[in-house]
DNA sequence: GCCGTTTTCGGCCCGACTGTTTTCAGTCG
């Protein structure tokens, strides 16, 4: 078994870090870089290997093309090796402290000897830095809470964390904001604007006529453990839990340079500033400007537009060529939050009652979803599990009036091929529900319904690999959302390109905050899937249902005027 | 170490904030 992914893209980073700390300019970059290419791949680095196409990855080069084959190859790597023999562990381990950077580390390291978190422990309380050159009473007392909270545990805010468990701090977080006076916008920007499935922090932007009540307002928020900075313009803060929330205020005119700034990808942010040196013009997170004179900035679509390009919709900005797409006028048309009409998989609980059925159908109707297909029943290896009683079925058929339909569905776990327990065909269901776990590969007799949907699975592209060829034989639809069962934007984007449909949950069985139809419709998005490649969108050419009445974050669509 | 519709060499984002500074270095994002 060869190393995921993940695990080249962990070794590059440890480079960078070493080269960090060896004084290197450009080097740490190039790796970090090419890491972070290789962590957002689509598929196994060992399928580019085959094909003799690593170099084609963003950011990977000779060199680094080597390297990966060696890892793949022998599972380690001379290079690091050597790095890691030069260069004592600790010493990484000082650099990873916040306020530690490459710098700081190297000299603990080479003018003091300190070479791990536990002897810069020891070596502030023997007083060891008193007197030494950068080293006053605020720095040592800040090193004297980073080693003591380092020793406690990992620190805090480094863990990235799912995208859904941000989701309701976001939430409250621009409920709070946008209710101060004076404050005109407020949006989120980073890796959750561009519905990353996992968040590092939280980037808030936001403008106003009194900077200060936002500052205040924000030092408040009930679950802030802990201030980091604030200045004029910026605050960083600590929630308990750990995560960094950073506040900044900026004038209208810089909003939409700050959004588009802020909202990143790194890489993307790069290659758009080469673009517009190209152009003879500079961009920053203040505008875009020809020399001194600034010609965009207000919005997102201006500061695209100044550069001769369509605006990009967030989940797209990774640098996967959407600059050229949007040059040329060939960006996708995004599914949108409006599009979704139909929900093919939903469970109720097993003593769900008349009064949840009800609740199901006028949730439905509130949102003009059309179609609802509820599981009635689970089969396996032959056997038959009924999950619903008989009066709440009735319930559901009574209470959906005209213009729902209310299909119901068997879940099948393992193989449906062949699989025909008499119950499955009498209990009413009109489609099934495939769970991979796993499915066969080879092809035998047809299932005994449609299959519109392979659900309740995710993982690595091995095992997705085979689950999108059954699914593409059978005419189903893969269910994609947050969660180790449902397939990340990653895998989308291998199905979407494997001419697989998507299936977008809307989470209508759940509570109205829940915010699991916007996550995946994020991750939807981040595929590049326009709704003609969503199962359960509206066909086109129909009106979009009008947006669904849920508090939170806008979804990013483009800039209104 | 990577990269190129001006480059196979010479660039590589840049501003805010902090702490220790008398004009700046380091860290962070």
């Not at 001379?78 to 710098?103: Q, S, T, W």
């Not at 536990?118 to 023997?126: C, F, H, R, V």
């Amino acid at each position: 078994m060869g190393l995921s992914n993940e695990e080249v893209a962990a070794r590059l980073n440890e480079i960078a870090d070493l080269l960090d700390l060896l004084g290197e300019r450009f080097k740490p970059e190039a790796y970090r870089r090419a890491a972070r290419s290789i962590e957002s791949l689509p598929e196994g680095l060992a399928r580019f290997a085959e094909r003799g196409a690593l170099r084609t990855i963003p950011g990977v080069g000779e060199a680094i093309a080597g390297k990966v084959d060696e890892l793949l190859r022998t599972g380690s790597l001379a290079y690091l090796e050597k790095l890691r023999a030069d260069i004592p562990a600790g010493v990484l381990e000082l650099m990873r402290l916040p306020g530690v950077g490459p710098k700081t580390a190297r000299r603990f390291w080479t003018e003091l000897g300190i070479e791990g978190t536990s002897a810069l422990a020891e070596a502030i309380d023997a007083g060891r830095l008193e007197g030494v050159k950068g080293f006053a009473a605020k720095k040592i007392a800040q090193l004297r809470a980073a080693t003591g909270r380092a020793t406690s545990g990992p620190a805090p805010t480094s863990a990235r964390r799912p995208i859904e468990q941000v989701w309701p701090i976001a939430r409250s977080i621009l409920d709070v904001l946008r209710g101060v006076p004076g404050v005109r916008q407020v949006e989120i920007a980073g890796s959750f604007r561009r519905a990353r499935e996992d968040v590092g922090d939280l980037d808030v932007l936001a403008t106003a006529t009194a900077p200060a009540a936002v500052f205040d307002a924000f030092s408040a928020l009930a679950a802030v453990q802990e201030v980091r900075l604030r200045g004029p313009t910026k605050e960083t803060v600590v929630l308990t839990g750990g995560l960094q929330v950073d506040l900044r205020v900026v004038e209208p005119e810089a909003f939409g340079a700050a959004l588009q700034y802020f909202t990143g990808s790194k890489d993307h942010n790069v290659r758009l500033r080469s673009l517009a040196r190209e152009q003879g013009l500079k961009v920053n997170e203040y505008g875009v400007y020809r020399g001194e004179q600034r010609i965009a900035g207000a919005t997102e679509e201006d500061v695209y537009g100044a550069l001769g390009l369509a605006w990009i919709p967030p989940e797209l900005r990774e640098d996967r060529g959407e600059i050229a797409e949007a040059a040329s006028g060939r960006l996708p048309r995004l599914v949108e939050p409006g599009d979704l009409a139909e929900e093919w998989h939903v469970h109720l609980p097993r003593d769900a009652t008349e009064r949840d059925a009800a609740r199901l159908v006028a949730e439905a109707k509130r949102r003009a979803i059309g179609t609802v297909g509820v599981v009635v029943g689970v089969a396996e290896g032959g056997g038959w599990q009924p999950q619903l009683a008989a009066e709440v079925l009735t319930a559901l058929q009574r209470s959906r009036g005209p213009g729902l339909r209310l299909p119901f569905a068997a879940e099948t776990r393992g193989d449906p091929t062949g699989l025909v327990p008499a119950d499955l065909l009498s209990s009413g269901a009109e489609y099934l529900i495939a769970v991979p776990e796993p499915l066969s590969s080879r092809d035998a007799a047809p299932p005994p319904l449609p299959v519109r949907l392979l659900a309740h699975f995710g993982g690595p592209p091995e095992v997705i690999g085979p689950a999108l060829d059954r699914a593409r034989a059978w005419g189903a639809a893969v269910e994609i959302g947050p969660g180790s069962d449902r397939l990340d934007s990653a895998a989308a984007r291998t199905a979407r390109l494997a001419g697989v449909p998507l299936a977008v949950p809307t989470g209508l069985a759940r509570s109205p905050d829940d915010p699991i139809e916007a996550v995946a419709l994020g991750f939807a998005r981040r595929a590049g899937a326009s709704r003609a490649e969503v199962a359960n969108a509206r066909d086109p050419g129909r009106p979009p249902r009008p947006a669904p009445k849920v508090r939170g974050p806008p979804r990013s669509g483009p800039p209104r005027r």
